[in-house]
């Protein structure tokens, strides 16, 4: 039999920081069932085909509990493999004992991956050791927001407050204000310092600094209704040297991302690395041609071309991919070579065992006819320029102008994504409530799909009081065509540059002052 249920701990936000064995057992899995506080991008990680059920809140009420046990032990009893992930730990302040025991009791198989606490995660992120050589010899950890306060935690107030070290609570909007006063009333100093660490390990994070009583005023005028984890000693004055999270140069600004989601992982992550909060709206997708037979034929007679010149990391996969599934193979590109316009694409030629023979620092004609003429004469030459079907005639024309014999064929099709698609941030309400920093754009194609989904007047309107990042000249004159400044571009035309162009930017801006 090979059923069994995996309880994962997914950690306390960051989706980085569940364990390689919870990412594999999430692969694994042919159900998952997830809390609400688990990051969405996670889901990604599970199979196309398996099934996922979203059971609610990180710690529901006893009735839904037992509804979500039986879910379980019925999923696992259909002979399949169970991946259950929970924000956190799954035995720390959550009732992953519950369900494991309850699995136990049926005779189901399961297995136990464990997480970062929030109560670990959290401080950590905020720059604050729970343990320092004079920050006192205990840790401890009070129960608080698992269950919505509904049932309150029974505490000797006074034994806490005669503690000599660091308290963690997991604490909610209704309940920080009584802790604090619980423990100044039972001794606590009044001038020890407290953190609130809100959002814990995202983009979002917000973290709060002060003494006991300070703190106690302000979170009882507070309201803000989200959990926190609230931290009380010594160590919390460490803070201000170890904050590194909230320190990074993007911490704070939230970024659209239009690339389509297949492409845009190293820009989220290094958005993401830089500190910011990555919105991903793609504004198009990449499909097959209508049609595969000019591409097959194409690769049929890959060995006829002197050049083959890909303008994108997407061509090179759909060439290579429709060339392998012929009778052909990597060895008929033998004597023919290969300009890769970037080098993100000749990053992916390099992923397939290829070597490139030409690298032009920009997409333009000028550029590639410019870097080949360099080589060799480009009169007589056979190019094939496999592209998208909106790719740009441009280059294909000005070498047929030079003498050269251009074979053009459509690899891959641009397709504008649903704006209305389920799950996808509402990128019209976001630019009206003024909440992105920045837009970025990778292609001319992001920027069509982008007009078209909200309108020519209303998206140059709406981008107007948000900057605007473009990857390229090339997609920043599209922008232009439609009415939309760009206030960024890079010089040189990848990812990492455009990310670097976008620190940059906010680097020279002015520090507002208080």
């Known amino acids: 039999m090979r059923s069994i249920v995996y309880l994962i701990g997914a950690g306390p936000g960051d989706p980085g920081l569940i364990t390689v064995r919870g990412m594999q057992c999430l692969a694994m899995a042919d159900v998952v069932l997830y809390d609400h506080l688990v990051h969405p991008r996670l889901l990604r990680h599970a199979r196309t085909d398996a099934e996922t059920i979203d059971v609610g809140v990180a710690a529901p009420q006893p009735l839904e509990q037992e509804a979500i046990c039986y879910l379980l032990a019925e999923k696992a009893r259909e002979d399949k493999i169970v991946a259950r992930l929970k924000w956190g730990d799954p035995f720390v302040f959550d009732h992953g004992g519950s369900e494991a025991l309850f699995l136990h009791e049926q005779g189901v198989r399961f297995e136990v991956v464990p997480g970062v606490p929030a109560g670990i995660g959290f401080p950590s992120y905020a720059g604050v050791p729970i343990t320092y050589p004079g920050g006192g010899d205990t840790i401890t950890f009070i129960r608080g927001h698992e269950d919505e306060g509904r049932t309150p935690a029974a505490l000797d107030w006074a034994h806490l407050a005669r503690l000599d070290g660091t308290l963690v609570c997991y604490a909610g909007p209704q309940q920080v204000p009584q802790i604090l006063h619980e423990l100044i009333a039972h001794g606590r100093p009044p001038d020890e310092p407290v953190a609130i660490v809100y959002d814990g390990t995202l983009p979002t994070q917000q973290t709060i600094v002060g003494s006991l009583d300070d703190i ?46 297949g492409q845009a992982a190293d820009l989220v992550e290094r958005l993401e690395s830089a500190g910011a909060d990555a919105v991903e709206a793609p504004m198009i997708r990449m499909e097959p041609p209508d049609d595969y037979g000019p591409l097959d034929e194409a690769c049929a007679r890959a060995g006829i071309f002197d050049w083959i010149i890909f303008s994108s990391a997407v061509a090179v996969d759909a060439f290579i991919d429709r060339l392998l599934k012929s009778p052909l193979d990597l060895r008929a590109l033998g004597g023919v070579k290969l300009c890769a316009v970037g080098p993100a694409t000749g990053d992916r030629l390099a992923r397939h065992g290829l070597k490139v023979d030409l690298t032009p620092a920009e997409y333009r004609a000028e550029a590639v006819i410019h870097a080949i003429s360099q080589t060799t004469s480009v009169r007589g030459l056979k190019i094939l320029l496999p592209h998208a079907d909106i790719g740009r005639e441009v280059i294909a024309d000005e070498l047929r102008k030079q003498g050269a014999e251009v074979t053009e064929v459509v690899a891959y099709r641009t397709v504008a994504t649903d704006a209305e698609h389920e799950g996808e941030p509402d990128v019209y309400r976001m630019l009206l409530e003024r909440s992105l920093d920045v837009v970025t754009f990778t292609s001319p194609s992001a920027v069509r799909s982008f007009v078209g989904m909200l309108g020519r007047e209303p998206a140059a309107d709406l981008l107007r009081t948000t900057l605007v990042a473009a990857i390229g000249p090339v997609t920043a004159k599209a922008a232009t065509q439609f009415g939309i400044q760009t206030a960024i571009v890079p010089d040189a035309y990848t990812v990492p540059a455009l990310v670097d162009a976008i620190v940059q930017y906010f680097k020279r801006q002015p520090v507002a002052s208080d």
């Open 216 to 261: 106690a005023a302000r979170a009882g005028r507070s309201a803000d209704r989200r959990p926190a984890v609230l931290i009380v000693g010594r160590v919390v004055a460490l803070r201000e040297h170890l904050r590194w999270f909230d320190e990074r140069p993007l911490f704070g600004k939230r970024v659209l991302v239009t690339r389509p989601r």
